[in-house]
């Protein structure tokens, strides 16, 4: 079974550039979450999908992030337009069903904004 | 606002020297507890977790856990560590209210094991 993938592992972009995160759960894992990680701090919540619903996204920072997931399988997650203090780890999750507490996580996409 | 507490951000040890690692969280409900590693170059993958039951949780590579709820603790421990158990460690908690399912952790602990 494969785990979950995250594209690109690392990304560089300049300040007021738009970028595209995107992440694959695991096949048949309804609930997928993303989080981020700024400098070495603590992992922090952005949002859950349930399916293709937003159930939970008090996480997000601001407007400029804007999360999709059409169809109920990968997400996807633009910032637009990106700021330094956007620069971080970006970690997307998945879990089977409303009753799975269990997270599994991918490898991350590494966000550097100069 | 729910926060969770990791004590020490950099650890270094000897090869079998014990480890425990310190996590606190500030949430009066129901939790579940969470353990997670990631090793260099890798994903975060489960150490191990605490839902309900017996406060003491054995997980994978020789770590467990306890929880004593009276202290809001989850601390980590591993009798002999190995120079392979090299990594950061992250303690999360799952608040279990509003249905909601998100993870809060703490802020991490690196561990460098010397052989």
């Known amino acids: 079974e494969a785990g979950v993938t995250q594209f690109p592992s690392h990304s560089v972009i300049e300040k007021g550039q738009t970028v595209t995160l995107r992440c694959d759960p695991i096949?048949?894992?309804?609930?997928l979450y993303w989080y981020r990680r700024v400098m070495g701090k603590e992992i922090k919540f952005l949002l859950h999908?349930?399916?293709?619903?937003?159930?939970?996204e008090s996480g997000m920072p601001n407007n400029r992030f804007l999360a999709e997931r059409t169809g109920g399988t990968y997400s996807t997650l633009k910032v637009q337009p990106a700021e330094l203090e956007d620069s971080g780890v970006y970690f997307c999750?998945?879990?089977?069903?409303?009753?799975?507490?269990?997270?599994?996580f991918g490898a991350g996409t590494r966000l550097s904004v100069l | 606002a729910q926060s969770v507490s990791q004590h020490n951000h950099h650890v270094i040890l000897s090869e079998a020297a014990s480890l425990e690692l310190g996590c606190n969280y500030s949430?009066?409900?129901?939790?579940?507890l969470f353990w997670y590693v990631q090793y260099p170059g890798q994903h975060l993958q489960l150490l191990l977790k605490?839902?309900?039951?017996?406060?003491l949780v054995k997980g994978i590579k020789g770590f467990e856990a306890e929880f004593i709820k009276s202290k809001f603790s989850f601390n980590l421990r591993k009798p002999s560590v190995q120079w392979s158990d090299t990594a950061e460690y992250f303690c999360?908690?799952?608040?279990?209210?509003?249905?909601?399912?998100?993870?809060?952790f703490g802020a991490g602990t690196r561990l460098a094991v010397h052989p």
């Open positions: 999908f349930v399916k293709e619903s937003k159930q939970d």
């Open positions: 096949s048949g894992h309804d609930n």
């Open positions: 949430y009066g409900g129901t939790v579940n």
């Open positions: 999750a998945s879990s089977r069903g409303s009753s799975e507490r269990i997270q599994y």
């Open positions: 999360a908690v799952n608040p279990l209210s509003g249905g909601y399912n998100k993870l809060i």
């Open positions: 605490y839902f309900s039951g017996d406060p």
